[in-house]
């Protein structure tokens, strides 16, 4: 989805934000402890939720103070941090809106509700707390003190999902994406220090003076956050609507758990929730995953790599681009030519010199309502092209796969 980056000023700081959709109604998004505008809506999960989420409101996203593209701020107060948000709303032309915040952001949620009320049309938060070392969380300084000496060590390989999306942990290729995106985030050093502020924030005394709706919802099997916090805020928030969610991960990279997520915003900001048909064409999608792409990125770096992918692609394929994760580049085409313009874009690369050690595969996939076929692709590919499957939402396409040298 795009977007251009915008500015909003806050005081002395410039707070980066973008505008997604034009609803009738307004939604800023609180994120968690990793907030960059544009490598976090790039993950498939969360750019699902922002096309179930502009399909009836305009998405206000930004990075807080200190992250992505906000300007680094070594020192933060939770005040700030909420006058940021209002800095933005105004920036946006946004008189009210419903805020959304999860993990860490949900403190933020309750602390701008309880003072800006007027602007405030709806609280929704998910997976959160009213305070870290207190009651009903109460985790002890000790161990908190353990997480952060894990973070500081492993800031940058990915450490975000191995504690908060266990579930993915073993995925290579997705670590290594994850990991870029809190480089691009953040320092070592400016999320330790957020971390240590985090700990000390408490607003279990503003629950009680939350005027606006609010919706709660948290896994039930959350391992990072317990659900006991959840319910603790849904008990003390006056006339909140709970909703627990199957799961375990804290971190929500699936696009089942945020279509239930948006279902259930939508429901309540709404009142209704609307059924989406799937978009139903034939297809071609051609998958291109780049040997030694690490490497490469290293020796020439981001800015250089993006352009030389960008231009190698528009010249190969001759159809709209985009990007799936950390593992490559994808191509659709539709309308007719499908089948044919991806064969010809996969002659076209297989007529080129050949360089050693590039090999290419080529594989055809089917997919119809309720069946997924894949031919002799490896475990990693399977999982890119299921990926694939659900971002396109193709009821029948043919998948051609290569994996080059880009030289």
Same mark, same amino acid.
């Given at each position: 989805?795009?977007?251009?980056?915008?500015?909003?000023?806050?005081?002395?700081?410039?707070?980066?934000?973008?505008?997604?959709?034009?609803?009738?109604?307004? #939604?800023?998004?609180?994120?968690?402890?990793?907030?960059?505008?544009?490598?976090?809506?790039?993950?498939?999960?969360?750019?699902?939720?922002?096309?179930?989420?502009?399909? /009836?409101?305009?998405?206000?996203? /930004?990075?807080?103070?200190? @992250?992505?593209?906000?300007?680094?701020?070594?020192? @933060?107060?939770?005040?700030?941090?909420?006058?940021?948000?209002?800095?933005?709303?105004?920036?946006?032309?946004?008189?009210?809106?419903?805020?959304?915040?999860?993990?860490?952001?949900?403190?933020?949620?309750?602390?701008?509700?309880?003072?800006?009320?007027?602007?405030?049309?709806?609280?929704?938060?998910?997976?959160?707390?009213?305070? #870290?070392?207190? $009651?009903?969380?109460?985790?002890?300084? $000790?161990?908190?003190?353990?997480?952060?000496?894990?973070?500081?060590?492993?800031?940058?390989? %990915?450490?975000?999902?191995?504690?908060?999306?266990?579930?993915?942990?073993?995925?290579?290729?997705?670590?290594?994406?994850?990991?870029?995106?809190?480089?691009?985030?953040?320092?070592?050093?400016?999320?330790?220090?957020?971390?240590?502020?985090?700990?000390?924030?408490?607003?279990?005394?503003?629950?009680?003076?939350? @005027?606006?709706?609010?919706?709660?919802?948290?896994?039930?099997?959350?391992?990072?956050?317990?659900?006991?916090?959840?319910?603790?805020?849904?008990?003390?928030?006056?006339?909140?609507?709970?909703? $627990?969610?199957?799961?375990?991960?804290?971190?929500?990279?699936? @696009?089942?758990?945020?279509?239930?997520?948006?279902?259930?915003?939508?429901?309540?900001?709404?009142?209704?929730?609307?059924?989406?048909?799937?978009?139903?064409?034939?297809?071609?999608?051609?998958?291109?995953?780049?040997?030694?792409?690490?490497?490469?990125?290293? $020796?020439?770096?981001?800015?250089?790599?993006?352009?030389?992918?960008?231009?190698?692609?528009?010249?190969?394929?001759? %159809?709209?681009?985009?990007?799936?994760?950390?593992?490559?580049?994808?191509?659709?085409?539709?309308?007719?030519?499908?089948? %044919?313009?991806?064969?010809?874009?996969?002659?076209?690369?297989?007529?080129?010199?050949?360089?050693?050690?590039?090999?290419?595969?080529?594989?055809?996939?089917?997919?119809?309502?309720?069946?997924?076929?894949?031919?002799?692709?490896?475990?990693?590919?399977?999982?890119?092209?299921?990926?694939?499957?659900?971002?396109?939402?193709?009821?029948?396409?043919?998948?051609?796969?290569?994996?080059?040298?880009?030289?």
């Amino acid at each position: 989805m795009d977007s251009p980056v915008r500015y909003a000023r806050s005081g002395d700081v410039s707070i980066a934000y973008r505008i997604f959709g034009q609803g009738p109604r307004d #939604i800023v998004l609180i994120p968690g402890t990793l907030s960059h505008v544009e490598l976090l809506w790039e993950v498939p999960s969360h750019e699902h939720l922002l096309k179930r989420l502009t399909a /009836f409101a305009r998405v206000i996203v /930004f990075d807080k103070r200190g @992250q992505g593209l906000s300007d680094r701020v070594a020192e @933060q107060t939770i005040e700030e941090r909420i006058g940021d948000v209002r800095a933005v709303m105004d920036a946006a032309g946004s008189d009210r809106a419903a805020i959304y915040g999860w993990s860490e952001g949900g403190p933020m949620c309750l602390m701008f509700a309880a003072t800006y009320p007027a602007r405030t049309s709806a609280l929704i938060l998910f997976g959160t707390f009213a305070s #870290i070392k207190d $009651e009903p969380w109460a985790v002890t300084p $000790e161990a908190y003190e353990k997480t952060l000496r894990r973070l500081d060590a492993h800031w940058g390989e %990915g450490v975000l999902i191995r504690v908060n999306a266990p579930s993915r942990r073993n995925d290579a290729a997705f670590l290594e994406w994850f990991a870029r995106i809190e480089r691009a985030a953040a320092s070592p050093g400016s999320i330790r220090d957020l971390m240590k502020a985090n700990y000390q924030i408490d607003v279990r005394h503003l629950l009680a003076t939350v @005027q606006a709706p609010t919706l709660i919802l948290h896994r039930a099997g959350d391992d990072l956050v317990p659900v006991r916090a959840g319910r603790y805020l849904a008990e003390h928030i006056p006339g909140a609507k709970y909703v $627990e969610i199957p799961g375990t991960d804290h971190m929500v990279l699936d @696009q089942e758990t945020q279509d239930i997520i948006a279902d259930e915003i939508e429901e309540f900001i709404t009142g209704s929730r609307r059924h989406l048909e799937p978009v139903r064409v034939l297809a071609t999608i051609m998958f291109t995953d780049i040997v030694s792409s690490t490497q490469r990125v290293a $020796e020439v770096g981001d800015a250089r790599w993006r352009e030389l992918l960008d231009r190698r692609h528009r010249s190969t394929y001759r %159809g709209p681009c985009r990007r799936l994760g950390g593992v490559g580049r994808s191509a659709g085409f539709e309308h007719g030519q499908g089948l %044919g313009r991806g064969i010809r874009a996969r002659v076209r690369r297989s007529r080129r010199p050949q360089s050693k050690g590039r090999t290419r595969r080529l594989a055809a996939v089917r997919r119809s309502v309720g069946s997924f076929f894949l031919l002799s692709l490896a475990p990693h590919t399977k999982r890119a092209s299921a990926c694939l499957a659900r971002s396109f939402h193709h009821s029948v396409f043919c998948l051609c796969w290569t994996l080059f040298t880009l030289g």
